[in-house]
């Protein structure tokens, strides 16, 4: 078995060099090079250490290349003379970029299409292009020009459909992205479009794809110093802000993807093989098309020795895969306990009073409702000398939507303290369904967090109600929506069972769901809640299940008293369980202090412990918080990290 790879990695070799000749290109090529030092590393990588002396004492890798050459040198002479061997290699090849770059031009010139109007209409739909070059196939898929203006986003997103739809069939060995050299940018003006390749194709898209640069026969413009800046210099620096870009794009700094250079322009300078010549003396045409080639070589390669993070990296066609959705986080979402919504409760035997004018007095028309002003957030301490708590004040309208900002208690000092804002609206729908409509958004200096729902109920008899709704939150980078349903009905004065259904979607995968919870009220102040459920995706299960205990005591005059809760849950996803407990103690220490403690575990060693005493009237309970400073402090003074 390992002669039989030896020896496929040698023909991969061979294939290699045959199509650097026809390319016109040496053995010695930069490009050629550094393709077969890989392929030497990479067999080392996978061979023994003794198939390395073995290699070592037979003249190591310079025996091998001279092999490859002189098999390489003698097929393609027979080649010449006979027909055969025929060169068994094809390349399928994507292009992408923005419209007006040269696209179809470049296309046109690689297939030797010269008589085609450069002036010809834009590219319509996504097609593919096939011929022969220098006697090697080549399949050549176009892709309309996409647009960088933000009122083009649907015709961008109708673009990279279709190339979704096609690639389907036709997978590409590499990726094309065109810009143009003439035209100088600084900024990252482009990376949206950049972004939405990422979005439609995965960052894997990235691993495989090379820069071309078109208009490369402009001359460059000058620089800081009002003095034209060298050729190779301004290619640097243009071919510096695309790489850039496409790193910020894949999310991977360690990019660096090749760039070649392109002219289609029937004024540029040839050689005495009709071939395009660059100011820096470069043939593009062969050397766009040995980058291209090199490329699915090594792709062999890497298939061949089974290297799967380089071949995974390659085929970003696996990547753009719909991905499993994060099964745990929406399990916990669906066991979460919901109660039904209620309507409000009709007062019997009060009837509204009614107002009837005297005898001869105008009417005038009903009093509006006027907007009052809501109450003034609570902001963190500062040290700032005035309050800024005026920036936040507004007016509560009449229109029954509730909305609040949202607090960061213990942000950083001169900082408003407010993180985003929440809104809330409870309504009926016909009358008779109560619904609510939440949501929230939080902001930071890195994400945007999203949570948005809006469920109603419905009371089918006295026993039974079923709530429906509707989710929306964010999932890292992206959104998950999720629609769901749950009917309970009471078995009992001190029992009731629910089950519910979901189904959820992240990106282009779909979960669903189903649950179970079974409410017991054992004595007043004193209930227990189980629940179980699973949830699905791709042939992807996790199931778990929670507990709840929970005791409140209710204090003199009604007021709140002592509350204990005691919870455990468990959830196995791909064999890996999860155990975790926790407990929550609330209780008054006195009729205006109140002491709370919590602390949970989990099967993996990680807990926390916490205890908070809130008071109104007891300011040594907020100076206490002085001591575990002032220890920090003598710690850091005394050196032993106390």
Known sequence: EAEKTVQKLQDIRVKLLRLSRRLGQGPRNTVVAQVLYRLELAEHLKAGRGQQQQRFQTGGGSFVFEK???????????????????????????????????????????????????????????????????????????????????????????????????MKKRQPDIVLYFDRLDIPMRDFGDLPLLRIVTETFGPAVWFNAIVVLTHACTAPPDGTNGQPISYDMYVAQRSHVVQQMIRQAAGDMRLMNPVSLAENHASCRKNARGDAVLPNGQVWKPQLLLLCFAS???????????????????????????????????????????????????????????????????????????????????????????????RFRFLESANQWMVRPIVEAHGWDHESGIEGFSVDKGFHIKGKVPANVSGQVTKDKKDMQLA????????????????????????????????????????????????????????????????????????????????????????????????????????????????????????????????????????????????????????????????????????????????PILCSILGRIKGDGM
């Not at 003034?376 to 005026?390: I, K, Q, R």
Request: glycine share 10%; charged share 25%; hydrophobic share 35%.
């Open 68 to 166: 490859a050459n002189a098999e390489a040198t003698k097929q393609e002479e027979d080649y010449a003379a006979k027909g055969e061997p025929e060169l068994d290699f094809a390349c399928t090849i994507m292009v992408l970029g923005k419209a007006g770059v040269g696209k179809s031009s470049t296309i046109n010139s690689i297939f030797g299409d010269e008589g085609v109007d450069p002036f010809q209409g834009a590219t319509g739909d996504v097609h593919e292009r096939i011929g022969s070059v220098y006697g090697i196939k080549v399949k050549i898929i176009e892709t309309p020009g996409l647009r960088p203006s933000a009122a083009d986003a649907r015709h961008n997103a109708r673009v990279m459909a279709q190339a979704r739809r096609f």
């Open 296 to 390: 699915k070589i090594l792709t062999e390669a890497n298939a061949l020795l089974n290297l799967k993070e380089n071949q995974a990296g390659r085929n970003f066609m696996s990547a753009n895969k719909p991905k499993v959705p994060p099964l745990p986080f929406l399990l916990s979402s669906l066991l979460t306990a919901r109660k039904p919504r209620k309507a409000a409760p009709e007062e019997e035997g009060m009837e509204e009073e009614v107002y009837q004018p005297e005898e001869g007095e105008e009417v005038g028309p009903p009093p509006k409702q006027v907007a009052i002003p809501a109450p003034d957030p609570a902001l963190p301490p500062s040290f700032d000398s005035e309050n800024p708590s005026h």
């Open 452 to 627: 948005l729902e809006a469920e109603g109920s419905m009371q089918h008899t006295p026993a039974v109600v079923t709530t429906t709704g509707l989710d929306v939150q964010s999932v890292g980078r992206q959104l998950a929506y999720t629609m769901r349903s749950e009917t309970r009905w009471k078995n009992a004065s001190n029992n009731k069972t629910s089950a519910g259904i979901s189904a959820s979607m992240v990106g282009r995968s779909v979960a669903y769901g189903a649950k179970i919870e079974d409410r017991w009220k054992i004595k007043e102040g004193m209930k227990l809640v189980l629940s179980g459920g699973a949830i699905t995706a791709k042939g992807d299960v996790a199931f778990g299940g929670n507990m709840e205990a929970t005791y409140r005591k209710v204090g003199d005059e009604g007021a709140e008293g002592a509350r204990t809760t005691i919870g455990a849950s468990f959830m196995n996803w791909k064999g890996d369980v999860a155990l975790g407990a926790n407990a929550t103690n609330q209780f008054a220490i006195e009729p205006k202090t109140m002491l709370t403690t919590r602390a949970n575990i989990n099967s993996r060693g990680a807990g926390q412990v916490t205890l908070r005493a809130s008071s109104n009237d007891r300011l040594q309970l907020a100076c206490a918080a002085a001591v």
